[in-house]
């Protein structure tokens, strides 16, 4: 066995049964849960891992959650992973609150391998309603055996104890013992181990003294002063750096290559296993010369790809049949409706573009591969390396250092297989830090969307039938919140032309996009408000709320009858994921220079109780201005297989200039658990701004992008 | 052909010898493990790789290492004096404005910069000023009013 990880923080000071330092490398797997949960030492032989148990579930002991430090701090340990979206503040305030101690006292050990549980992929804002529990959970069982031991120790009722401070205090008879002291018990060491206590009751929201606070995240200092290591900074004694040839378009197979001009070059190492070809070099120029001497010998095979600008009659075409969930019977409705309306929106391609692009330090000692990178799932990229490297996963450690955003997009570790196989092939570490075009081109997309919707209303002009078809892009929040007693709701698949996947709330903001349009040409056609029109038909007592909300700070009345050809509002809400939205937006119309612009957006937003009020804002806030851009401006344009925005100066993301007046009210509902807030918040934002372009100019614009007729791609 | 180009980091005086088309960017981070400068677009289009280059705002990303010859640098970990954090460090951190924090680097050294050029900016100057700077994140708001906040820091 090699050698051991220690936490920076952890002790290294043992007690029983490990007393030699030379017995930790031949630790049995529970030998060493012991140690562990003796709260004294995280030492891990390599090649014992938690995560092959999957998911927070597996958790079924306090060893494998958490571990008291003899300095009084303690070392939590999660799956989940760190990528801006406020996990790290969130997660330590829930372990914080349920062990009775300030968060300065928790060092929280995030996603990996070697030390954490399987918490799941962080994603589908899962953190919140999921591992947030399983920590509380972990947390509060802590507790309870620390203080079941106190009072077994004193002879005492244990609820006639006090924990406060990480301090456990029996008043009446004024003895008081440390978490830390309790730990140096072997029973303690025992308890831990055992499987849980069942069914700890968690601290409700109405006694929360640490969730619910606006916790800072932990490590931001080292963010304001550069000394955070994102995984495009791992650096490894030796390394070199690593680029990797693609092919020209999509679809392209290498027929033949030249290696020799890179061979040449003394200092480079050059790989090749089937259509793999890489490099790696000191420095990543040399690396990048070495690719374009051998690119320019490259023959590919290619083969027709589909472009942008056929990208809906491709979809339509290639549309599967499926299996629609149905209410009522559709069509007779429609043939009894007072008024029918059809409709078909589109929804461009995307990319999340997160600031740091895919990377992966990978090493190799003895057999054993540890890589740092920039992925959402660290126990199935270990997985996933360990396949494609042929080596046993259990001889595989990944790491994720908190990364440079996410959105969705690093559900895979293409930047740490390539850096593996380089690193191999070299004998030295190496590290692969994909470009902006490569994150453009090669990392997968938000599905674009076909959605054909078919909607009617009586003589009274309340909705009747609702038909509605999304085609490619998915079945996140498809139904509908509207009363109707007819329905038809079909998510169908098709031929995408490109590599597609998540993105923050998935299709959800297409879905919304549709729906929340075609309830304003309805709401139109039955000559009705839109906000009265969606209350006519909203059972919902959330959506309801965040909607009445909006309106009322946005002074939705008052400001529908200030609107001219030149300035819009518009109003849209929905629900995804257990949370509700709703956005009043201003827009401006630049006729002459064909601009949409957001003046003002006004979000409500609820998601149960809150649990960390300034991070929920930045999240609101995000979700509010990262929708502008598909809703605006962004959209892949690609022929023969190749993008042809890839790159920040042609494919146009939010920024400064276009940041609206942003008004964000949370709503707290303490009275459901709390879910998820990082992605919900964004579906609101396109449909509403589409609904104000129609309010000031009476064109119903159908596609994301928003654009005016007659405008270019900016 | 290498070259040697001597430079003064963050208070150090460095000599480095090597291709003169590097970029300042890969020289900070893989010759001298300054990896607060980040790469994020590799055209001078975000602002991720900000540097201090005699007291002006570079984009490191697009600057050859040739171009640095003789000057000053000071990347985002040299900002801090003694240990104690520049007043827009202080006020990105009182406003918690960062969400994944991989811009917050070049954002503060383009904010340090613009609160040189112009310390009292109205919030026009300020959207104007830091529209170099992308935020995936989104999180302009927070990190407008960080600026904003070590305006009115220095203006005490």
């Known amino acids: 066995m090699t050698g051991e990880v220690v936490t920076k923080t952890s002790e290294t000071k043992r007690s029983s ?86 968060v300065a006292k928790i060092n929280l050990v995030m996603a990996d391998t070697a030390l954490v549980p399987d918490d799941g992929m962080t994603a589908g804002s899962r953190t919140t309603p999921s591992t947030v529990p399983a920590v509380r959970q972990g947390a509060a069982a802590a507790r309870e055996l620390l203080t079941r031991l106190a009072a077994q120790q004193w002879s005492v009722d244990p609820g006639a104890l006090e924990v406060r401070d990480g301090t456990i205090t029996h008043k009446a008879s004024g003895k008081i013992v440390r978490y830390a002291q309790l730990v140096q018990s072997p029973e303690i060491v025992e308890a831990f181990q055992r499987s849980s206590p069942a069914e700890i009751p968690l601290t409700p929201a109405s006694e929360w003294g640490v969730m619910g606070t606006s916790v800072p995240r932990p490590n931001l200092r080292d963010l304001v002063t550069g000394a955070h290591r994102y995984p495009s900074d791992i650096a490894r004694p030796g390394m070199l750096y690593g680029k990797v040839l693609r092919p020209p378009a999509y679809g392209a197979r290498l027929e033949s ?50 472009s942008s600008d056929e990208l809906f009659s491709h979809l339509k075409q290639h549309a599967r049949s499926g299996r629609p969930s149905t209410r009522g019977s559709l069509e007779r409705a429609l043939a009894d409706a007072d008024k029918v309306l059809g409709a078909t929106y589109e929804v461009a391609y995307v990319q999340h573009a997160p600031m740091e692009p895919r990377a992966a330090t990978a090493e190799w000692k003895d057999g054993r591969l540890t890589v740092w990178a920039g992925i959402d799932y660290p126990q199935r990229i270990q997985g996933d390396l360990a396949r494609a490297l042929g080596v046993p996963a259990e001889q595989v450690r990944v790491i994720v250092p908190d990364m440079g955003g996410g959105f969705g997009g690093k559900h895979t570790g293409e930047a740490a297989e390539e850096a593996a196989r380089l690193a191999k092939a070299a004998g030295r570490p190496v590290a692969v830090h994909w470009t902006r075009a490569e994150e453009f081109t090669w990392a997968y997309f938000r599905p674009a969307a076909l959605i054909e919707c078919r909607g009617a209303l009586d003589r009274e002009g309340s909705l009747v039938a609702w038909d509605f078809t999304n085609i490619n892009a998915g079945g996140a929040a498809i139904d509908t919140p509207y009363n109707t007693a007819n329905t038809r709701i079909l998510s169908a698949g098709s031929d995408s032309p490109l590599r597609q996947g998540a993105y923050r709330c998935l299709a959800a903001t297409a879905n919304n996009f549709a729906r929340e349009s075609f309830m304003d040409e309805l709401a139109a056609a039955a000559q009705s408000d839109p906000l009265a029109f969606r209350l006519a038909h909203l059972e919902n007592p959330r959506i309801r709320t965040v909607l009445e909300v909006a309106a009322r700070h946005f002074d939705w009345p008052a400001r529908q009858k200030k609107v001219t050809p030149e300035l819009g509002v518009g109003l849209a809400c929905g629900t995804e994921k257990n949370s509700v939205v709703a956005a009043c937006v201003e827009v401006g119309i630049d006729r002459a220079r064909g601009e949409i612009r957001v003046c003002e957006v006004c979000e409500a937003f609820e998601c149960g109780p809150i649990q960390n009020p300034a991070n929920l804002v930045s999240q609101v806030q995000g979700c509010i201005i990262m929708g502008m851009g598909p809703a605006l401006r962004e959209a892949m344009q690609f022929r023969d297989g190749r993008i042809r925005n890839a790159s920040f100066a042609t494919y146009r993301v939010p920024r400064f200039e276009d940041v609206p007046k942003i008004d964000v009210h949370l709503v707290d509902n303490p009275d459901i658990p709390s879910a998820g807030a990082g992605e919900t918040p964004i579906i609101a934002i396109a449909p509403a701004i589409a609904n104000a372009v129609f309010a000031a100019t009476g064109l119903r614009i159908r596609s994301m992008p928003i654009r005016l007729p007659g405008t270019n791609p900016a | 052909m290498d070259v040697t180009v001597k430079l003064t980091v963050n208070g150090q005086q460095k000599a480095i010898t090597t291709d003169p088309r590097r970029s300042l960017l890969d020289v900070l981070r893989e010759d001298l493990g300054l990896t607060g ?51 827009v460090q202080e006020a990105f951190l009182e406003e918690g404005a960062a969400q994944c924090g991989y811009c917050t680097g070049g954002m503060i050294l383009t904010a340090v910069a613009l609160l040189q050029e112009n310390p009292h900016p109205t919030d026009r100057d300020i959207a104007e000023g830091m529209n170099g700077n992308i935020c995936r994140c989104n999180g302009y708001p927070k990190i407008h009013g960080a600026i904003r906040r070590a305006a009115e820091k220095t203006k005490r």
């Open chain 2, 37 to 87: 400068p980040k790469y994020a677009c590799g055209e001078g289009r975000c602002g991720a790789c900000s540097v201090l280059m005699d007291g002006k705002r570079v984009l490191s990303c697009v600057t050859p290492v040739s171009k640095a010859d003789n000057t000053t640098i000071v990347t985002i970990e040299g900002l801090a004096k003694d240990g104690s954090l520049h007043p």
């Open chain 1, 257 to 306: 290559i030249d290696l020799s001009p890179a061979e040449a070059m003394e200092d480079v190492v050059v790989v090749r296993e089937g259509e793999f070809v890489g490099f790696a070099a000191p420095t990543t120029f040399r690396a990048d010369e070495a690719l374009r001497a051998v690119s320019e010998t490259a023959t590919w095979s290619t083969v027709s790809q589909p």
């Open chain 1, 17 to 102: 049964p490990s007393e030699d330092s030379p017995c930790e490398v031949q630790l049995s797997r529970r030998a060493f849960v012991q140690v562990v949960g003796a709260g004294l030492l995280i030492t891990v032989t390599e090649g014992i891992s938690f995560g092959q148990r999957r998911g927070s579930r597996g958790v079924r002991n306090v060893a494998a959650r958490l571990h008291v430090n003899q300095d009084g701090t303690i070392t939590v340990m999660t799956g989940k992973v760190e990528e801006g979206q406020g996990s790290r503040a969130q997660l330590t305030q829930a372990a914080a609150e349920e062990l009775r101690v300030g």
